[in-house]
């Protein structure tokens, strides 16, 4: 376990009494029952989902519990998870032989369709002297162009520098690139007539490492579909990608970083910001939604050379496993599917040639 874990930055420790501590039973990213206990208590007691957030990191511990299993194939696990201070680590995960009960809350979301959704971080800065700022969204409907809940502290002010650019769900890749195109005019437009600059890189400042976060309502999170993600977007997307600092693939951008959301499904939050990649960016919305809504394609095993070259960022190792990846879904593509892969690759610059 420690081995495997190791791979993805993850800190497998003793456990401390201490320490705060979570255990989690689940199947396939879902939590069925959470469990939690404070530093220096005797017992468990349980909470719910829309709980964690009581906790300094709670939920960031809820994510790692869940990824620990899906990195060493656990799909009905019990994970055991502890934070000191700001350090989390693992304490075990193993198989779970019985279901736990479902301790879950009520989602008032009706829609059963199944949706393309996305939020995208970046920051703004002042153009006569490169601070970072709060941007101005008042003409613009706070549910798509918002604040992320990180804080940025000035003396004894905080403010909340990371913006996000909320889509409204769509059902197709290119709709939700509209979508994004839209959002990003109206940004734009507001960061001129403010005298702001948009900044779109992965590390912008500090700790803030931003993201590019996709959405797909009524459908629960599985090891394949999650699987299918990173190997078939977020790997081969780190080919392309100038990565600024490590870090963030160390972190939130760990491969099968997932939370489940408030529409019936989940969100897929390993790929950095991608701002940058909206207007010339077709390839990547078509091949999106590919990939989110093809159920034809199988679970896909990445090999540990891609995933450490993933974490290391050695591209030409990465780029030969990826081809390996791709050579093998090509039978469970429709002609019109390997038209759109092969643009996704030569978009990539992957050399690749289909048959």
Known sequence: MEEILSVHNIKVTNENNNA???????????PQRIQV?????QS??????????????????????????????????????????KEISVISVHHSSTPSPYIGDNN???N?????????EVMARKRINGSFVAIPVSDVSQEQIGV????????????????????RPQETGLKLQREFLRLKKALENRAVKNQLNIVAEENPKGRFLLGGHIHISNERPSYRK????????????????????????QSFGRLGAVRINSFNGFEYRTLPTWYKFIDDGETFFRWLEIVFLNEKIPFVTIPPEAIRAY???????????????FSGIQEFLTHKEKEVMKNWLRWLDIPYTID
């Not at 705060?20 to 879902?30: A, D, K, R």
């Not at 960022?313 to 390996?324: A, C, D, F, S």
């Open 20 to 30: 705060f501590q979570l255990i989690v039973h689940g199947e396939e990213f879902f």
């Open 148 to 167: 992320d809940r990180a804080l940025l502290r000035k003396g004894n002010k905080f403010f909340q520098p990371i913006i996000e650019l909320r889509a």
């Open 44 to 85: 468990f007691s349980m909470i719910r989902r829309k709980e964690i957030n009581r906790f300094y990191l709670g939920q960031e511990l809820l994510d790692l519990a869940m990824m620990s299993a899906y990195y060493l194939n656990i799909p009905a696990f019990t994970s055991h998870i502890q934070r000191r201070g």
């Open 37 to 41: 206990q404070l530093p220096g208590e």
């Open 226 to 249: 999650v699987a299918l993600l990173d190997a078939l977007i977020a790997l081969p997307f780190s080919c392309k990608y100038e990565h600024t600092n490590p870090s963030r693939r």
């Open 108 to 110: 008032p979301y009706k």
């Open 112 to 120: 059963t369709q199944k949706l393309l959704g996305a939020d995208l």
């Open 311 to 325: 974490y290391s960022e050695e591209k030409k190792v990465l780029q030969r496993e990826v081809i390996k990846i």
